[in-house]
């Protein structure tokens, strides 16, 4: 019998009888029902079922049209209840009115009661059944509502995952033979709609607007299903939307904070903007089953390998600033991004609009703090080229790449558009950090792309050099002519039509701020090489060679190579490693496109074949004193401008960019005194040292920069000058150079 009425083996004499009548009634009550045939329908409503799982007297959930109670059974609680519904098709067939049912689930004998609700049960006091509440869920029934729903969907849902879409998560809401068999009813299955309703909070206006515009026979089905659910969240969303008001949240409310398709940020107290990382959020909020465990968020970014493509994470939402208390949305770890500072927002913008820059070949500099600003600020540029980075690297890349069929790519096509209008969404959740390529230390260094900044080429540096202006306008004209070359001019196929410049002289007389003023005028990049770079066997010098020259054509380089002597010297007879040396070397320069400049203090060492391949060749004399006191003003005039900017961030509070700023500088006291320096026998680099080193002087005196530090230099410099002098029998440098004919 109880197999045949779906009982349990454990129920009593007396429910059992009782679920006998209940059935003999059913059965003649479907019988008159069944001959009645259809009637008309009263207007629709909703109903409210209880559904009770006990894990004592089996798995199928008890349904019930009151809310149960509780009772004590042995050890446990037990939960009872009246109006049981034993049969749900003939429930449903004698209201065919109902919309939807709105199920509260509730789950009882699970394990030890806790002591107070067993001290109210032993006073004969009520325990509240609400603490045995563990869920509740909508299953619509009428068709007519399905339908009205779907309809307003697109409307009203669109951009957010809701329960009639027909997305995989959210399965159509179809007829009613689709919810399942009649032993499994009251239990949730895929078209079950889950408190607290998360899509309906976020579209509220929507649906108020919408809904009104809709034809009669949907809209008594949809004012029914909103007015219940209005109601039944009105509180709880009265209480969300105060605290939201206020930029604050609760850990009881963080559901309502997350909404798919928003863009949230990730800022820890340990990260400023340039480290904070958006991303799209996929889902809802998912929480952890278990008490006091983290929340999580399913979200995308894109990378950049060449192509861009989603990464897919999950973030958590940990360190909570309270579990119990309102917080401010901005104090979390991950928060929407409307939350966020204004400021904050710009910067991502603004670092996303540079990565796509950079997504193909790029120069770049790097504003990250230098040590100080008289060093030439070539030291902070970089050039980013992913292809040419993944070329150098596709040794020690031990991960295989992923297809594009593996993952969700950009369209390439979309790759040529400088503007592509692809929304924050993409912009903002870009990479952080890209590879860029240091052309001072010759290392790939990953750059935080905050402080990457287009390049502001200094054409004004080669106006300020001190030169005669005869060698300015051919050193112009010669670059000028190179940059416009379209076509090679040699007749044998292969052969080089670069640039090759010769600047020769002593130190300190202008000839690398030359190489550096030809690559600012020329707008390239300077791949600088020095000797110690290079090696000195044969077979070093043309691999080397080979790269810094591929490199140079690739990115359109001004190469330097500073000091170069070693590589030009004589060749001589008895010496075949310096022959092949520079055999080597006139080699690979006979093949080179680009402008190449070659410095020496040397040049009477040079081998002769290097001179057919020199198109221009300039000597760099000693500073006379009109040179010296032009270089002096130049530098002083880069010494009012940092005290201007010192004055700037005083103004502004900055306290510490004006402390790296020093303490001041006498301006008007050194431009007094600039005739007495410009007396004093020194090349270019002397006197940038000079001022470097007083600056570090007057910073540590505390005191502002003046003539006394500069002086002080000088002096203690002339006493080593005046040694060397005595040393070489009041020869100088230049004259020693040219006595051995190499100057």
């Known amino acids: 019998m109880c197999r045949l009425l779906d009982l349990s083996s454990q129920i009593s004499d007396e429910d059992l009888f009782e679920a006998i009548e209940v059935a003999s009634q059913n059965l003649k009550e479907y019988e008159i029902l069944k001959s009645k045939g259809t009637e008309k329908l009263g207007p629709p409503r909703f109903q409210i079922i209880h559904s009770v799982h006990c894990h004592v007297t089996g798995d199928k959930p008890q349904l019930y049209l009151e809310q149960p109670w509780v009772v004590e059974d042995g050890p446990l609680l037990h939960l009872r209840g009246s109006k049981a519904i034993n049969n749900f098709d003939l429930f449903l067939e004698r209201n065919k009115e109902i919309a939807f049912i709105i199920y509260k689930d509730y789950e009882c004998c699970d394990g030890v009661p806790s002591t107070t609700s067993k001290s109210k049960i032993e006073l004969g006091l009520e325990v509240d059944a609400s603490i045995f509440l563990t869920g509740e869920h909508i299953q619509l029934i009428s068709n007519d509502l399905k339908l009205a729903l779907e309809s307003l969907s697109g409307k009203v849902f669109d951009g957010i995952p809701h329960p009639f879409s027909e997305e995989e998560d959210y399965p159509s809401i179809g007829s009613t033979d689709k919810r399942g068999p009649p032993q499994l009813l009251g239990e949730k299955d895929n078209q079950s709609i889950d408190y607290p309703y998360m899509f309906l909070f976020h579209r509220r206006k929507e649906v108020e607007e919408v809904t009104t515009k809709q034809p009669p026979g949907a809209q008594i089905y949809l004012d029914v299903f909103f007015n219940y659910l209005f109601s039944r969240m009105a509180e709880e969303w009265a209480v969300v939307d105060q605290l939201l008001a206020q930029k604050k949240i609760s850990a009881k ?3 309502y904070l997350f909404v798919p398709n928003q863009i949230v940020l990730m800022q820890r107290k340990d990260m400023d903007t340039a480290q904070t990382k958006a991303y799209v959020l996929q889902d809802w909020l998912q929480r952890s089953s278990q008490q006091g465990s983290t929340s999580t968020v399913s ?8 192509n861009f493509y989603k990464s897919l994470s999950d973030l958590s939402i940990e360190d909570l600033p309270s579990e119990t208390g309102n917080f401010l949305i901005t104090e979390m770890s991950v928060y929407p991004i409307e939350f966020a500072n204004k400021e904050v927002v710009s910067a991502l913008r603004k ?29 902070s540029r970089f050039m980013i080229d992913i292809a040419t980075y993944k070329q150098m690297h596709r040794n020690q890349d031990n991960e295989p790449e992923q297809h594009s069929s593996d993952r969700e790519e950009l369209p390439i096509q979309l790759l040529s558009e400088d503007s592509p209008m692809l929304g924050d969404s993409f912009f903002l959740c870009l990479p952080t950090s890209i590879a860029g390529f240091n052309m001072q230390t010759k290392e790939w260094i990953n750059l935080n792309v905050h402080y990457i900044e287009d390049v502001v080429w200094n054409t004004e540096a080669f106006e300020f050099l001190v030169i005669d202006q005869g060698t300015k306008s051919m050193i112009q004209a010669v670059v000028t002519n190179q940059l416009h070359a379209s076509q090679n001019t040699d007749l044998i196929r292969g052969k ?19 190489a550096e003023s030809v690559a600012e005028i020329a707008k390239k990049p300077l791949y600088r090489v020095t000797c110690g770079d290079i090696g000195t066997s044969a077979q070093d010098v043309e691999n080397y060679l080979e790269i810094v020259l591929h490199l140079g054509k690739t990115w359109g380089c001004v190469v330097l190579l500073d000091e170069a002597d070693v590589f030009l010297q004589q060749r001589e007879l008895y010496n075949l490693e310096r022959n092949a040396l520079v055999s080597v070397f006139l080699r690979v320069l006979e093949y080179y ?49 940092l005290e201007n900017e010192r004055l ?3 103004r502004r509070g900055d306290k510490k960019d004006g402390t790296m700023l020093g303490y001041g500088i006498n301006v008007d006291e050194i431009k007094e005194r600039l005739e007495e320096l410009a007396d004093e026998s020194m090349n270019g680099r002397q006197i940038r040292n000079t001022i470097s080193t007083a600056r570090q002087l007057a910073m540590y005196q505390r005191k502002k920069l003046s003539y006394e530090h500069i002086q002080a230099v000088i002096d203690e410099a002339n006493k080593f000058d005046e040694y060397l002098l005595e040393l070489n029998k009041g020869y100088s440098a230049d004259e020693i150079q040219r006595d051995k004919k190499e100057r």
Not at 603 to 611: H, P, R, S, T
Not at 612 to 635: A, E, G, T, V
């Open 593 to 641: 496109d680009g402008i190449l400049i070659l410095t020496s203090n040397r040049v009477g060492i040079f081998d002769e074949a290097f001179k057919s391949r020199i198109q221009l060749s300039l000597r760099y004399k000693s500073l006379d004193r009109s040179q010296r006191l032009q270089i002096w003003i130049n530098f002083l005039k880069r010494l009012e401008q």
């Open 253 to 255: 409310y963080l559901d």
């Open 299 to 306: 979200v995308y970014s894109w990378e950049f390998d060449g």
């Open 351 to 379: 670092r996303g609009n540079m990565f796509w820059k950079c997504r193909a070949r790029h120069y770049v500099s790097y504003n990250g703090k230098t040590d100080h600003a008289i060093q030439s600020s070539m030291d």
């Open 496 to 514: 080089g039509n670069g640039l090759f410049i010769l600047l020769h002289g002593g130190p300190g007389t202008g000839k690398t701020l030359t």
């Open 648 to 650: 700037d961030a005083e």
